[in-house]
């Protein structure tokens, strides 16, 4: 609903004469925006791959309820197939880094679209006549007079010096990104080995869930995503200064790594323990007791759900 929301904003917003937005469009928007309407494929690919992520959880709170665990792990399997075949159909399209989310997100206030607009959509109803300008009263239309500025009101005088003019109209000025086609913010993939790196990394969540369906406890599982996800990092290109859209996202997928704290064997042996003791310790402390209250309130979900910290 969240999604369908956005693409008739995005559809009014682009057709309205009216719209200007108040900040410029992100790369991300751009470039996700880009190819959702030069390919259709990767249109519906990426609606649907973020139709699983959305509802991934929910869906195994349902297998949880209804099925056995074999059933429910199964299942699971299915969902990270999915995911991985979409993710590599997306990189066939694009030839390019997969950016996630890989959808163009909303950037924009629904509040911010003229609503005396000239154009109409089918599934939005049609926009009330503007009310009639309210008029002034005749006691104040000669008020025009301005009253003496109190001293207690007066400004202060400037304690420094007036920003430089280079200083404000650097982050005005244009870069390379706003002047690229919106497809060419993200370089192609060049050689064999930067392949290898984004096929490992999307295929990771899927041997990582397979692994774990067997009924494995040890350490195993965690290991073997986590040199997969090693091993892709090695792998990657470096992007080049300009390259800001590529370079966030490796620096999203490096920040990801701290979640193996939260999965596995080392969330069983390691982590797990240490929140625990931190919740008994302040569980009787004033406001800091409402953090361990949450934290233990937190933990039997991480034990229960694989999609509450899934790579």
């Known amino acids: 609903m969240s999604m369908y929301h956005d693409t008739l904003l995005a559809k009014v917003a682009q057709t309205d004469p009216k719209y200007k937005p108040l900040i410029p469009t992100s790369p991300h928007t751009r470039y ?39 059933t429910r792990w199964r299942g699971i399997v299915v969902l990270e197939a999915i995911k991985a075949l979409l993710r590599l159909v997306l990189l066939r399209i694009t030839r390019r880094p997969l950016l996630l989310p890989s959808l163009p997100e909303r ?26 300008v309210l ?11 301005p009253l003496p500025i109190h001293p207690l009101l007066t400004p202060p005088p400037p304690t420094q ?17 706003s002047v690229k086609a919106p497809t060419s913010l993200v370089k192609p993939l060049a050689s064999p080995k930067e392949w290898l ?9 899927l041997v990582y869930a397979i692994m774990l369906s067997s009924g494995r406890k040890d350490t195993k599982p965690l290991m073997t995503a986590l ?8 792998l990657r290109r470096v992007p080049t200064q300009s390259a800001a859209l590529e370079r966030s996202e490796y620096a999203r997928r490096d920040r990801d790594i701290i979640w193996y704290l939260l999965r596995g064997s080392l969330w ?37 759900y694989y999609y509450y910290t899934a790579p």
């Open 227 to 234: 040199a997969m996800e090693l091993l892709a990092l090695n």
């Open 32 to 70: 996700t925006r880009a190819w959702c309407d030069k390919d259709a494929r990767y249109k519906w690919a990426a609606r649907a791959l973020e139709l699983i992520r959305f509802t991934e959880l929910l869906v195994e709170m349902g297998l949880r309820r209804k099925v056995s665990r074999n």
């Open 135 to 145: 008029s002034t009263p005749e006691h104040l239309k000669n008020n025009h007079i």
């Open 268 to 304: 069983e042996g390691w982590t797990k323990p240490k929140l625990e003791s931190i919740a008994d310790k302040t569980s009787r402390a004033p406001l800091i007791g409402v953090f361990g209250a949450l934290v233990k309130d937190w933990i039997p979900l991480i034990d229960e």
């Open 107 to 132: 950037e924009f206030d629904p509040e911010n679209i003229p609503s005396g607009s000239d154009t109409s959509s089918p599934t939005l109803a049609p926009s009330s006549p503007p009310s009639s």
């Open 161 to 177: 010096s007036p920003i430089p003019v280079e200083e404000f109209l650097l982050p005005k000025a244009l870069t390379t990104a």
């Open 197 to 205: 790196s984004e096929i490992i990394y999307h295929v990771r969540p």
